[in-house]
């Protein structure tokens, strides 16, 4: 039982980039899943989330315009696309899945993914 963000890597500024958050051992449809990034030295950060309706959540204005969040439940798997990638924005990256997007604490989401890198440099 486990979530796996995946898609990470090397890009440029202005590039696009898809993460991908995978389930496996239980049905993701069944979740709220929730993007969460965390820079070097800086607290996690909460990007975007989807509930199980597929109605979108910003969790920060930072990616407003150029992030966005889906979900595929026949694959089992969440999305995180983003564009126009800035510097700013490299960080680890990972999702979780829980009950609701706000109004809980996702410290204590029912599962967590491990992060996958993002590095947006010239």
């Known amino acids: 039982v486990q979530l796996q963000a995946s898609g990470g890597g090397l890009v440029h500024p202005g590039d696009s980039l898809r993460l991908s958050c995978e389930a496996t051992?239980?049905?993701?449809?069944?979740?709220?899943v929730g993007w969460f990034r965390q820079a070097p030295g800086k607290e996690r950060e909460g990007i975007l989330c989807i509930t199980q309706r597929d109605e979108t959540t910003y969790l920060s204005d930072s990616v407003k315009g150029r992030f966005t969040i889906s979900r595929d439940n026949a694959k089992n798997t969440a999305y995180l696309q983003m564009n126009s990638l800035k510097p700013e924005d490299t960080a680890d990256y990972y999702c979780?899945?829980?009950?609701?997007?706000?109004?809980?604490?996702?410290?204590?989401?029912?599962?967590w993914g491990q992060g996958t890198l993002v590095t947006v440099s010239s």
């Open positions: 051992g239980f049905t993701l449809e069944l979740y709220a």
């Open positions: 979780a899945a829980d009950w609701v997007c706000s109004g809980q604490n996702w410290n204590l989401a029912n599962y």
